[in-house]
């Protein structure tokens, strides 16, 4: 059974309970979820890109400081 199906069915059985506002309210509930589950996967690959951007700069700079070291040796 598919996801598809699952909410015809549960749609049907809410409609039925409790009427066109509790499918309302439910569609509702399930719109916000899904509205949070993608601020957060979009926080989340910022935030990855931010350390990875971080990391890549650390080792530039410790690149840099060796190749100074390396230029004073005679």
Not at 53 to 72: F, G, I, P
């Amino acid at each position: 059974m598919g996801f598809v199906s699952l909410l015809a069915i549960a749609g049907t059985v809410l409609l039925l309970a409790g009427g066109v506002m509790g499918v309302l309210n439910w569609m509702v509930t399930v719109l916000g979820v899904l509205v949070l589950l993608v601020v957060w996967v979009v926080v989340s690959y910022n935030r990855l890109v931010a350390l990875r951007t971080r990391a890549s700069e650390a080792w530039a700079d410790n690149e840099v400081q060796l190749k100074r070291r390396y230029n004073l040796i005679p």
